[in-house]
């Protein structure tokens, strides 16, 4: 940590990039971080770039940016496991890069890393950073809005494993900066009549196999229902705590690949994930299948691991 704040220091332009299809733990660390650097060194040039989320925009808004602002720039990105999934390829055209993440590392990118997958949300990891460095970093109210957003919505609101005691104290040192909590809450939790309907829909087509449940969000899907591809992937968890299912998925059409969004309320499924050219926790990875013709092999896998998994037991 002292490393990189070394290296923000001496840095007049920070970029800092995420992950593709970012989503609220993403939007968090990046925004929060820009939030502290700009406001603690405001001589600075700082910038949020790749993908935009609407589920979180109220965060903060990403920035536009030429090529030639990469000249000499130091690059962060966050919350991003591999450099396949980095959002906006030109993250190699700055003069130093600097990785920090909580996920299972898969692969080495970056100049300088700080992976630890001990923290439950990037956001966390952010704030800690700051809290490490009171002394001489600042933060607003937007900052901590966002950072707050990050650590909500990558721990289930604080139920899932890895929240710590830790995490409660730096979501407490965030509300003392203003963060309003009922504001925070109502803007993740507004659904439209689409999402509602599509629920429905869930719950009605979902396929269960032997301990594995899944369901498909294919293009005819989401385009009848009139909802986004972020919308129809915030769904996965409709799925979770049925009983004798420990393991679920949501896999979602793209034109060229099948992106799978596995969770788990047991057995371990990120090896499951990098079978599949993805990665991520313990217990909630992501990877993807190139078409449907693969599906029926990653059921099988599924199975096998959920199986293992109760042998164990």
């Not at 990189?4 to 733990?25: C, F, S, V």
């Not at 602002?69 to 396949?84: F, G, P, Q, R, S």
Request: aromatic residues 10%.
């Amino acid at each position: 940590m002292k490393r990189i704040l070394n290296k923000i220091k001496q840095a007049e332009t920070i970029i800092i990039h995420g992950h593709k299809r970012p989503d609220g733990d993403c939007y968090g660390a990046q925004f929060g971080l820009k939030d502290i650097i700009k406001t603690t060194f405001p001589e600075k040039h700082v910038y949020v770039v790749g993908q935009t989320s609407d589920f979180v925009d109220f965060v903060g808004k990403v920035d536009t940016i030429t090529d030639d602002k990469y000249a000499n720039a130091l690059v962060i990105v966050v919350d991003t496991a591999t450099a396949e999934r980095i959002s906006d390829p030109r993250y190699e055209m700055g003069s130093y890069l600097i990785k920090i993440d909580h996920h299972i590392p898969v692969d080495d990118y970056g100049d300088l890393r700080w992976v630890d997958t001990s923290f439950p949300s990037c956001a966390q990891m952010i704030a800690y950073f700051y809290h490490t460095f009171k002394n001489e970093l600042k933060l607003t109210k937007q900052g901590a809005i966002a950072l707050y957003t990050g650590i909500v919505t990558d721990t289930g609101r604080f139920r899932y494993r890895g929240v710590s005691k830790v995490t409660h104290q730096l979501a407490g040192m965030l509300l003392e900066k203003g963060v309003d909590v009922e504001f925070i809450d109502q803007s993740l939790s507004k659904e439209t009549l689409a999402m509602v309907a599509l629920k429905g829909y869930v719950y009605s087509n979902y396929v269960a196999c032997d301990g594995f449940i899944y369901i498909k969000m294919t293009r005819d899907v989401i385009n009848k229902f009139g909802i986004t591809d972020e919308q129809a992937a915030s769904l996965v968890n409709s799925l979770s705590g049925i009983e004798g299912f420990p393991v679920w998925a949501l896999f979602i059409e793209y034109p060229d690949e099948i992106r799978i969004r596995l969770r788990s309320n047991g057995p371990t499924i990120n090896t499951l994930a990098n079978k599949y050219e993805g990665g991520g926790h313990a217990k909630a990875s992501g990877c993807r299948i190139k078409s449907w013709k693969e599906l029926d092999a990653f059921v099988k896998d599924a199975e096998e691991v959920v199986k293992e998994y109760k042998n164990e037991a």
